[in-house]
């Protein structure tokens, strides 16, 4: 039998360890095979790739990220957020309203009436009231709306927050550990905003929302500032806005078109509904701004939208097309008319302009 000499051997077999080696899957691929097995395991569902990337990046954990209190927020965090996703999902298609102010107001407060009253308008318009489910206006809100039309957001302090007991034994309670994943569920399950007098927890959540809409963050909605009757609390706020932000450059005049203030429930009510007259919701489909209508513009109303509003198009002009084919591959309202255009992605307080004109048509 012939031998080969020793370097031809070590060839040999350092070309065999070679092969094997390249015969093996590399180890990211690996992970992605067991990743897979484990959903297969579970039996599969929705958005099995968005799941294997969360499965994925929560396995880097393990290297990445060393202390236990940082993980930790990691982890409540997408564990309420499942839990809160959840509970709202069966109400996707139901138009809601939040409200915000003082946990402090007592119920003899006239801002705590109209909080009842105002709650009690917009669930017969509809809306299902969203509130911090704690006391004064929150509880108000959910007085009003009653407990069918209400949901609760409850934030886990060591004082001042209980439930109210309007929501404390409803199942669409979500009790949240940060502040950061209950604004998230505010803004994100919201089609308007409504702002009564309150603290620091009050301005937070208005001049978050009003940030997320400037910058495109989050999709516009009627955001209105309810004063008691003949108060000032809201109107002493915007001559601050527009003496110090807007004087001094720190906002465009059109960003003032972002808020809307009055004292009367009614009133408010209105601001919120005839902000859905036409307009039904907007999306980007890449560089196109997507606006779904209840009844498209004609042409001439589309010439006219296109002269007034020239200022924030970029490439293609107003015009009306068919649903995209991200629309129907999501089933987001196929059936609806809609308009596109480019969007310059900068002046959403225009862009407010825009759907207020298409509800006007």
Same mark, same amino acid.
């Given at each position: 039998m012939a031998q080969f000499p020793i370097e031809k051997r070590r060839c040999r077999r350092l070309s065999s360890v070679s092969m094997a080696k390249t015969n093996k899957p590399p180890p990211d691929a690996e992970l992605k095979r067991r990743i897979q097995e484990l959903i297969d395991y579970k039996g599969g569902g929705s958005n099995p790739e968005d799941v294997a990337d969360i499965i994925e990046n929560a396995l880097k954990l393990l290297t990445d990220v060393k202390d236990s209190g940082d993980v930790r927020v990691i982890q409540t965090t997408v564990r309420e957020l499942r839990y809160a996703f959840r509970l709202f999902a069966p109400y996707g298609r139901v138009r809601k309203v939040a409200m915000f102010g003082s946990a402090r107001t007592q119920p003899a407060r006239p801002e705590y009436k109209?909080?009842?009253?105002?709650?009690?308008?917009?669930?017969?318009?509809?809306?299902?009231?969203?509130?911090?489910?704690?006391?004064?206006?929150?509880?108000?809100?959910?007085?009003?709306a009653g407990p069918e039309m209400s949901f609760g957001a409850n934030i886990r302090l060591p004082w001042e927050q209980a439930a109210n007991?309007?929501?404390?034994?409803?199942?669409?309670?979500?009790? %949240?550990?940060?502040?950061?994943?209950?604004?998230?569920?505010?803004?994100?399950?919201?089609?308007?905003?409504?702002?009564?007098?309150?603290?620091?927890?009050?301005?937070?959540?208005?001049?978050?929302?009003?940030?997320?809409?400037?910058?495109?963050?989050?999709?516009?909605?009627?955001?209105? %500032?309810?004063?008691?009757?003949?108060?000032?609390?809201?109107?002493?706020?915007?001559?601050?806005?527009?003496?110090?932000?807007?004087?001094?450059?720190?906002?465009?005049?059109?960003?003032?078109?972002?808020?809307?203030?009055?004292?009367?429930?009614?009133?408010?009510?209105?601001?919120?509904?005839?902000f859905y007259r036409n307009f039904h919701s907007?999306?980007?489909?890449?560089?196109?701004?997507?606006?779904? %209508?209840?009844?498209?513009?004609?042409?001439?109303?589309?010439?006219?939208?296109?002269?007034?509003?020239a200022d924030i198009i970029i490439g293609p002009e107003i015009k009306r097309l068919?649903?995209?084919?991200?629309?129907?591959?999501?089933?987001?309202?196929?059936?609806?008319?809609?308009?596109?255009?480019?969007?310059?992605?900068?002046?959403?307080?225009?862009?407010?302009?825009?759907?207020?004109?298409?509800?006007?048509?």
């Open positions: 109209q909080a009842v009253e105002f709650g009690r308008k917009m669930a017969a318009a509809g809306f299902m009231v969203i509130t911090g489910a704690g006391g004064g206006i929150m509880q108000a809100g959910h007085e009003g007991p309007v929501i404390r034994e409803d199942k669409k309670l979500v009790t %949240l550990k940060y502040f950061f994943t209950r604004k998230l569920i505010f803004i994100r399950h919201s089609d308007a905003l409504a702002l009564f007098p309150g603290g620091f927890g009050t301005m937070d959540e208005g001049y978050e929302a009003l940030t997320l809409m400037q910058t495109g963050k989050s999709q516009l909605m009627p955001l209105v %500032l309810i004063d008691r009757p003949g108060g000032t609390y809201w109107k002493t706020w915007d001559k601050h806005v527009r003496e110090h932000l807007l004087r001094d450059l720190l906002i465009s005049p059109d960003d003032l078109n972002l808020y809307q203030i009055t004292d009367d429930t009614d009133q408010a009510v209105k601001l919120i509904t005839r907007s999306r980007f489909v890449k560089d196109l701004f997507v606006i779904r %209508l209840k009844h498209p513009p004609t042409d001439t109303a589309l010439e006219a939208l296109n002269e007034d509003f068919e649903a995209t084919p991200e629309e129907i591959a999501e089933g987001e309202f196929v059936e609806l008319p809609r308009i596109a255009f480019g969007f310059n992605r900068r002046d959403y307080g225009r862009l407010r302009q825009l759907i207020e004109a298409l509800n006007g048509l």
